[in-house]
């Protein structure tokens, strides 16, 4: 149990365009996600928090009209990277909070972004 | 949030226990201190998590003395495949603000 999924697992995009990532919950429901990022060799960073029904919220140095964030069901939320550049190429992870588990959060397998 | 401090490399050998510290001294009162577990291109993996005083499961124990201010995760009998990056974490998980922020992690490599 408590498995979560993320799609795609790898994805090449060409600068200026957008992606979206997909993270979802596949066994529970999670009123809350998380997004992170992280760059070889160093740690996970947090992006955002998303809420089921609600904004996400941001923390700080991390542009929201830059990575949009929408958690439209109980088992989806999704990252989408506008005007991807090179910069933006990192290992992008999503967790998830049960529902009914508040102390615990389970981690995607990450999704790896390359931007030429 | 409390913020952690872990030893950046740790090597072993196959076989031998091994004990991972984390010093977190601003932990709050409703903090809990879990232990993630990250292998190349992969998302974290759950550990363990606790309170106060010792947690056993299947896999690790976790050591929390009475003052909380720290924490070691001990893995019995490494083998290679132990080789990770080893996270402590403190936050309220049950609360209102129940982000984890990751601290440096701890790179731990097993020699046969």
């Known amino acids: 149990g408590a498995v979560v999924s993320q799609h795609p697992s790898r994805v090449i995009c060409k600068s200026g365009t957008s992606v979206k990532i997909e993270c979802r919950s596949l066994?529970?429901?999670?009123?809350?996600m998380f997004w992170y990022r992280q760059f070889p060799k160093k740690s996970l960073m947090l992006m955002a928090t998303?809420?089921?029904?609600?904004?996400?919220?941001?923390e700080q140095g991390v542009e929201k009209d830059k990575f949009l964030i929408n958690h439209a069901s109980l088992t989806l939320s999704t990252l989408t990277v506008t005007s991807a550049h090179p910069e933006d190429s990192s290992f992008y992870i999503c967790s998830a909070q049960p529902r009914d588990i508040t102390d615990t959060q389970y981690f995607g397998p990450g999704t790896r972004l390359t931007v030429l | 949030l409390a913020k952690t401090t872990q030893p950046i490399s740790m090597d072993s050998y196959e076989g031998q226990e091994v004990n991972i510290t984390c010093s977190h001294n601003n932990i709050a009162t409703n903090d809990y201190i879990t232990w993630y577990q990250q292998f190349p291109s992969q998302g974290p993996r759950f550990i363990i998590q606790?309170?106060?005083t010792k947690v056993t499961n299947e896999v690790a124990s976790l050591f929390i003395p009475a003052d909380r201010k720290s924490s070691t995760l001990s893995l019995p009998r490494v083998s290679l495949s132990d080789t990770a990056v080893y996270y402590c974490?403190?936050?309220?998980?049950?609360?209102?603000?129940?982000?984890?922020?990751f601290g440096t992690g701890t790179l731990l490599a097993v020699q046969p």
């Open positions: 606790g309170y106060k």
């Open positions: 974490l403190v936050g309220d998980m049950g609360g209102a603000t129940n982000k984890l922020i």
């Open positions: 998303s809420n089921e029904g609600s904004k996400a919220t941001y």
């Open positions: 066994d529970f429901q999670a009123t809350t």
